[in-house]
């Protein structure tokens, strides 16, 4: 990828700061919102009517509450970490700026999902799975030579 541009010149210090503030009124909202589902679903005692024996659909009621509670937690974590993305771009002058393609991303888009990271054509290539994050191979062995990724899950043989 090649170096970033320094900061967006679509987005004035004005609106910058706004996205900003978003940014962080958005990070407040899930953090309360992680901190409500854990007080609610994961900390409450399971089912149990007094000297009752627990009965098995309560308690696969309970499992379903919990296995749905961790997945929105899940999935709240990694809104969270986008956000902070968001936040450390805004910080680095990259804030607005596609990592795709280097180029502004569009105001609307912005102001639609302040996390972006990408303008809805390189969105729509992450999503197909064309274009790949950098930081994404970190989990994975990343072959500079071959430029193929080397993984027991990643099959990147072609299949005839």
């Known amino acids: 990828m090649t170096q970033k541009k320094g900061n967006n010149s679509m987005l004035t210090t004005a609106e910058i700061r706004e996205f900003k503030s978003l940014l962080l009124e958005k990070l407040e909202e899930i953090l309360d919102n992680i901190v409500f589902m854990e007080e609610e679903t994961l900390r409450k005692p399971r089912t149990d009517l007094s000297n009752m024996p627990i009965h098995m659909a309560d308690m696969g009621t309970d499992d379903y509450e919990m ?12 809104l969270l970490a986008e956000i902070e993305d968001a936040l450390a771009r805004i910080e680095n002058g ?3 700026i ?16 302040p996390w972006a990271r990408y303008c809805v ?6 999503e197909k799975g064309i274009l790949v994050r ?5 989990e994975l062995d990343y072959d500079d030579q071959t430029n193929e990724v080397q993984d027991d899950d990643f099959d990147n043989s072609t299949s005839e």
Do not use: Q, V
Not at 67 to 78: A, H, Q, Y
Not at 121 to 126: E, K, T, V
């Open 67 to 78: 296995e749905n509670t961790l997945g929105l937690m899940d999935s709240e974590r990694k």
């Open 98 to 113: 596609c990592e795709g393609n280097d180029e502004p991303i569009p105001k609307a888009r912005l102001e639609a999902i």
């Open 94 to 96: 990259t804030y607005g």
């Open 134 to 138: 950098e930081d994404s191979f970190d």
């Open 121 to 126: 054509a390189c969105a729509s290539l992450f």
